[in-house]
Structures are given as structure tokens and as C-alpha cells.
Nanobody
Framework: QVQLVESGGGLVQPGGSLRLSCAAS????????MSWYRQAPGKERELVAV???????KYADSVKGRFTISRDNAKNTVYLQMNSLKPEDTAVYYC??????????????WGQGTQVTVSS
């Protein structure tokens, strides 16, 4: 079994920063792309940033220049550094990973979500 456990959410004032972490554990052969999504109340889940294995990161236009995604392959962990936060960044943030559990099997996994609230 594979688990993704997120941490780092919370309440922050506009202009502030937060760093989210997501650690994958379990029967992992290798990890392909790792991503962060978010879902605000009444809205659909949207991709925030993705970092493929061995390739450059991609970002949603709304977070470019403010958020940075990175990964530590030795720890099976992905991070999201969020700077210059705005009220519209308020959402539940979800970690996602495409994980190969055997040579022949690759599956998509989600974390449980962590709340980020940007408010004064």
C-alpha cells in the first residue's frame, strides 16, 4: 500500500508565506510526476504545479512567480513553497503522485488534503 501524507497548511496573512510538504511511503518502486492541486469552496479542483521526474516544473498562471514546487527523491517528498499569498489562494491543497509500485504497475495516488487560509 502507498500513502501520501501532507503537512504545512494553516492560516496566514496576505503577503505571507507557507511551505507544504507531502511524503510518500509504502511499497514504492519509483515515482514519476508529483503535483499539487487545490480546491476552493464551490470550485473544481485545479492543478497548481507539477514536477515530473527529471524534467522542469510547470505552474498554473495564477501562481507563477509566487509558488515553487520541488522534490527530494531520496525522501519521496514533494514541497510547495508559497510566497506572496493572496486571499484567492485559500483552498484545500492536495498532493498527487504517479507511483510505480511494481515493474508493471503504475497508479495515481492522492493525499488527504491540507487547508490553506489566507486572511487578515
Amino acid at each position: 500500500q502507498v500513502q501520501l501524507v501532507e503537512s504545512g497548511g494553516g492560516l496566514v496573512q496576505p503577503g505571507g508565506s507557507l511551505r507544504l510538504s507531502c511524503a510518500a511511503s509504502g511499497s514504492i518502486f519509483s515515482i514519476n510526476a508529483m503535483s499539487w492541486y487545490r480546491q476552493a469552496p464551490g470550485k473544481e479542483r485545479e492543478l497548481v504545479a507539477v514536477i515530473p521526474s527529471g524534467a522542469s516544473a510547470k505552474y498554473a498562471d495564477s501562481v507563477k512567480g509566487r509558488f515553487t514546487i520541488s522534490r527530494d527523491n531520496a525522501k519521496n517528498t514533494v514541497y510547495l513553497q508559497m510566497n506572496s499569498l493572496k486571499p484567492e489562494d485559500t483552498a484545500v491543497y492536495y498532493c498527487n503522485a504517479l507511483i510505480r509500485t511494481t515493474v508493471l504497475r503504475t497508479s495515481n495516488y492522492w493525499g488527504q488534503g491540507t487547508q490553506v487560509t489566507v486572511s487578515s
